[in-house]
Structure formats: structure tokens, C-alpha cells
């Protein structure tokens, strides 16, 4: 089957440090008018599911305000700031993140679920 590559096609990087996950240039527009995030994860299909919402969303009550996460959308990178998150993360994948180093996965964007993917399937 041919295949064709598109430099648009919502690949990008997720980066997971001992405290923040954050997200390459690649995806950035994706954060565009996100103000909250909610984290999912699947570890039958090792996958983390960071879905976005914007400001109307995040404030109508349908999703439980503790579940939300703030995050920093910047020109050159995105990041989520919870060493909590980080630890369950770790913990449900059986992950060793160093100190001052971090591990590195594919991620990309799925616009159904309105979600950036990360793939915890391998390492980069």
C-alpha cells in the first residue's frame, strides 16, 4: 500500500520528566484554546489519553474539577506541571524516571476523542 507523508499529520513528542509531561512544537496547535486538561490512561493498550478543554468546557461542572490540570502552552512546547500525575504514571506503567533526565514516547493528536495519544508502547 502507498503511503504518502504529511508533515501535518499530528505526530509529535511527549516528553515525561520526574515532575511535568510536556509536549513537543509539533502539537502545540492542538493547545491552542485549551485551558484544562483530564489525563486517562489504558495500560491494557499502553496509552496516556491528555484531552483538552477549553475554557466553557472546563468551567460548566460536566467534568469533575479535580480531575482537571493546569498547562503551559508556550511558543516551543507545551507542559503539564504534576509531580502527582507523574508518579501514578510511573507506577501504572512500572516506569524508572531519573532525576534531571526524562523518558521520551510518541504522541500524537486524534481529533475524534479531541486528545493528544501518547504511545507507552516504547521509548524513544
Do not use: W
Request: hydrophobic share 35%.
Amino acid at each position: 500500500m502507498l503511503e504518502f507523508y504529511d508533515q501535518n499529520d499530528g505526530s509529535g513528542l511527549a516528553s515525561i520528566y520526574e515532575r511535568h509531561i510536556s509536549f513537543n512544537t509539533k502539537l502545540i496547535k492542538y493547545f491552542d484554546d485549551c485551558y484544562k486538561v483530564r489525563v486517562g490512561i489504558d495500560t491494557d493498550e499502553k496509552k496516556i489519553y491528555v484531552f483538552i478543554y477549553n475554557k466553557d468546557i472546563s468551567q460548566s461542572g460536566e467534568i469533575p474539577e479535580s480531575s482537571l490540570l493546569s498547562v503551559q502552552v508556550s511558543k516551543s512546547y507545551v507542559r503539564i506541571s504534576s509531580k502527582q500525575l507523574v508518579e501514578y504514571i510511573a507506577s501504572k506503567f512500572k516506569l524508572e524516571i531519573p532525576k534531571k533526565e526524562f523518558l521520551q514516547y510518541k504522541a500524537s493528536y486524534n481529533d475524534a476523542k479531541r486528545a493528544v495519544i501518547i504511545d507507552m508502547g516504547g521509548k524513544l
